[in-house]
Each structure stands twice: as structure tokens, then as C-alpha cells.
């Protein structure tokens, strides 16, 4: 079935540690990627997305993503965290040839520890 | 920078009643949809218009549900007689014509069904 997955429904990690959040997809063709972030009580936030070309996309606030076609993952990461990053985090893909509308991951919650 | 307005940020009806959620898209964006997030719980895709109609809806998506475009500036949702379960955030989103998928969210409304 085609999905999109998001192992992680919780991470916490240490202000400073680098950071990576999981997103696997099930698509026949590769889909349009994206990361989205919300605060709480807030909407969504593009953070980058992928479309084609170089596997590794820079977003705002420092992240950046890989899409890897072999794995069919497009894992975000960040190299030191800071304690503003702690908020939800949605991987969205819009699959080609299927009229444009996202369809999103569960959602990972992001901790921040001092 | 251009921004999705969402009138109102909160509502809260009773069951059975009818209730309207505005959206003013961006204004040179064609595209425009409705996604819900129950609390707790992933970002769904609920409908998408194009060309003042309907182009996508999801299976949530059910006759209780319309949108409509009145004026050329607002995008509204109607919800005709709700229920408990509808309770959610509701986010609207508009984006340009063409590859881009440049989706802009609005902050959203969150519908308290009591």
C-alpha cells in the first residue's frame, strides 16, 4: 500500500547533538518530498523539499535532507540543535500523477534537553 | 511575505450545528485545499479546488462536507451538521499553478465540537 512512514514518534536529544529524523515512503514513483514543521499551536512550516537532482537538499533553520532512492527514504537531519527546534515534524510526499495534494507521515515529536 | 488567513483561530459548537471556516488564500495561488489533524494524530488530506470545483476529495471528505470559493478572494469549508469526531485543526492551504508545489498552510482553526 502506499504510504508514507515515520518511525520515530519521539525523539529527545541533547541541546547541541546533531539530529535525524526518519521518513520512508511507498510509492511506485518517486514522489515529491517534503519536510514540514509545526509549533505547537501553530501551522505547518515548510523546511525544504526535494524534487530532483542533487540527493542532498539545505532547508531553512539550518536542516537539510537525503533522499536516498534505495532505501526510499528522505531522512532530515541537523548537525547541533537548538532548544527553539523542539516542535512536531511531518514528512509529506505528493505523489506523481495523483493530482498534487500531500499526504503526510505521522509525525515526529522533537525534545529538546538542556 | 504573502500569507493563508484563517478566520477563526478557534470555534467551538454544538453537535448538529453548522459552521463555516474561512480561508483567504494567497492571491495569485490557483490551487487550494482543506487538510484536518485530529488532535494527537497525523495531517489529512480532506479536498482540493481547482477552477471553482472540487478536484480531489478524500473519503473523510463526506456530504456533511462543502467548500466553495464565493467571492474570488475567500476559500471556505462547511461543515453541515457536525459531530463529536469532527473536533480537529483545520488547515487551509493554497499554492501555484504548475511543478512548483510551493503549498503556503494557514495557521488554522481549531474546532471544538462539544
Known amino acids: 500500500a502506499q504510504s508514507v512512514t515515520q518511525p520515530d514518534i519521539h525523539i529527545t536529544v541533547s541541546e547541541g547533538a546533531s539530529l535525524e529524523l526518519r521518513c520512508n515512503y511507498s510509492?511506485?514513483?518517486?514522489?515529491?518530498l517534503f519536510w514540514y514543521v509545526q509549533s505547537p499551536g501553530q501551522g505547518l512550516q515548510l523546511l525544504l523539499k526535494y524534487f530532483s537532482g542533487d540527493t542532498l537538499v539545505q532547508g531553512i533553520k539550518g536542516f537539510e535532507a537525503e533522499f536516498k532512492r534505495s532505501q526510499s527514504s528522505f531522512n532530515l537531519r541537523k548537525p547541533s540543535v537548538h532548544w527553539s527546534d523542539a516542535a512536531e515534524y511531518f514528512c509529506?510526499?505528493?505523489?506523481?500523477?495523483?493530482?498534487?495534494?500531500?499526504?503526510f507521515g505521522q509525525g515526529t515529536e522533537l525534545s529538546v534537553k538542556p | 511575505e504573502p500569507e493563508v488567513t484563517q478566520t477563526p483561530s478557534h470555534q467551538v459548537t454544538q453537535m448538529g450545528q453548522e459552521v463555516i471556516l474561512r480561508c483567504v488564500p494567497i492571491s495569485n495561488h490557483l490551487y487550494f485545499y482543506w487538510y484536518r489533524q485530529i488532535l494527537g494524530q497525523k495531517v489529512e488530506f480532506l479536498v482540493s479546488f481547482y477552477n471553482n470545483e472540487i478536484s480531489e476529495k478524500s473519503e473523510i471528505f463526506d456530504d456533511q462536507f462543502s467548500v466553495e470559493r464565493p467571492d474570488g478572494s475567500n476559500f471556505t469549508l462547511k461543515i453541515r451538521s457536525t459531530k463529536l469526531e469532527d473536533s480537529a485543526m483545520y488547515f487551509c492551504?493554497?499554492?501555484?499553478?504548475?511543478?512548483?508545489?510551493?503549498?503556503?498552510f494557514g495557521s488554522g482553526t481549531r474546532l471544538t465540537v462539544v
Open positions: 509529506a510526499v505528493v505523489p506523481t500523477g495523483q493530482g498534487g495534494k500531500l499526504i
Open positions: 510509492y511506485g514513483a518517486t514522489p515529491y
Open positions: 492551504a493554497s499554492r501555484v499553478a504548475g511543478g512548483n508545489y510551493g503549498y503556503t
